[in-house]
């Protein structure tokens, strides 16, 4: 039997090779896939912080612009500025320069006021002299009521206001509310608490109040109201003569002051309480606002116009008496035109005198 060939290396020593060079390769494989994972892990965390850094770096680009705006505009509003501190500080001076005149000038009025004030009250101690002489030469000139308008002007209105026996005459029609037909209809509407507030109803009472007080202490007086009718404003004295008292003519005047102006005008009515009274007027006095809108009764149609409310007044100027002069105060009215003319020519014919007042007097 023949020997076996005795071999270094067997079968079994190089698979023993093969399976250690495999562990070798299989270990560095996954030493090398490892070390590949943990690069892209860490090369996407710094890629990250890049985009993050590179982020912040766009928004402080842009922050830097905004600022470099904002510091041109804080620029521009220094230079502004500084204008406006220069204007105002100039203003400034010129004002304190004003102040300065002013004070000088608001002196100098006030040495002007007092001088002007001694010598009003130099006058008015000429007046009081005067008027005092007057009354001791005049002894029945006397008034027995006083008034104050609301200002200080004096009128010289040429009325004459004496006689023994002055009969008053007072318009209470619904136009005594105002000056034009639109505000009447308004007015005629509304409370009577508001048209005895009316502007023009307050002239009228404060006209009669300062008439009143021109009358002669020794003479003997009477004042109507009229508007459809007339009737006294003393009760119980129709067709009498009162004496010239301040119980009288405040009971009067009193009453006027409550009475609310309502409907037409009749001036025939009112002419005819002159030829009640006895012993007759020797001066009339007339306060109205146009001419009547009706004679005696109240006319056939509703509708009057300028034409009609003439002749209405030519009729109740042959009621008047004779020889009785006849004095106007005609306040405003629209739409009667011819008024002032008849009343004038009334107050001419007959001796008395005519006045349309303003809206301020008396």
């Not at 502007?199 to 021109?214: G, M, N, P, S």
């Not at 459809?228 to 004496?243: H, I, M, N």
């Not at 025939?268 to 009764?297: H, R, S």
Request: charged content about 25%; proline content about 5%.
């Amino acid at each position: 039997m023949a020997r076996r060939k005795f071999e270094v290396f067997s079968m079994s020593f190089l698979d023993a090779i093969c399976c250690g060079f495999g562990s070798v390769v299989l270990i560095f494989m996954l030493i090398t896939a490892q070390g590949n994972a943990h690069v892209k892990r860490v090369t996407e965390d710094r890629r990250s912080e890049a985009l993050l850094v590179e982020q912040q770096l766009l928004q402080a680009q842009k922050n830097l612009v905004e600022l470099r705006n904002s510091a041109e505009l804080l620029d521009k509003s220094k230079v502004t500025t500084q204008g406006l501190a220069e204007r105002v500080a100039t203003e400034l001076e010129a004002t304190r320069a004003e102040l300065a005149s002013s004070e000088n000038e608001t002196l100098a009025r006030r040495e002007r006021l007092e001088k002007l004030k001694a010598d009003l009250a130099a006058l008015e101690e000429g007046t009081r002299r005067v008027e005092a002489q007057t009354r001791k030469q005049v002894p029945g000139g006397e008034s027995v009521r006083s008034f104050k308008g609301q200002g200080d002007r004096l009128y010289l209105t040429g009325m004459r206001v004496g006689g023994q026996r002055v009969l008053m005459l007072i318009d209470i029609s619904a136009s005594m509310l105002d000056e034009t037909i639109v505000n009447i209809l308004r007015m005629r509407n509304m409370p009577d608490e508001r048209k005895l507030r009316s502007e023009k109803w307050r002239q009228a009472v404060a006209i009669t109040d300062w008439v009143a007080t021109q009358i002669p202490a020794a003479a003997q007086f009477q004042i109507y109201a009229f508007n459809t009718r007339a009737e006294p404003l003393v009760d119980g004295s129709a067709g009498q003569w009162l004496k010239v008292d301040a119980a009288n003519l405040e009971k009067a005047l009193n009453r006027l002051r409550k009475m609310v102006p309502k409907d037409g005008t009749s001036l025939e009515n009112a002419f005819a309480v002159a030829k009640q009274l006895n012993p007759a007027p020797d001066n009339l006095i007339v306060i109205t606002d146009g001419l009547p809108t009706q004679g005696a009764t109240p006319p056939a149609r509703k509708l009057v116009d300028g034409d009609d409310r003439l002749k209405f007044f030519e009729r109740a100027i042959n009621v008047l008496p004779r020889k009785l002069p006849v004095s106007v105060i005609l306040l405003p009215m629209e739409g009667d035109p011819v008024a002032p003319s008849a009343f004038w020519n009334l107050a001419k014919a007959t001796g008395g005198s005519f006045l349309a007042p303003s809206r301020d007097w008396p």
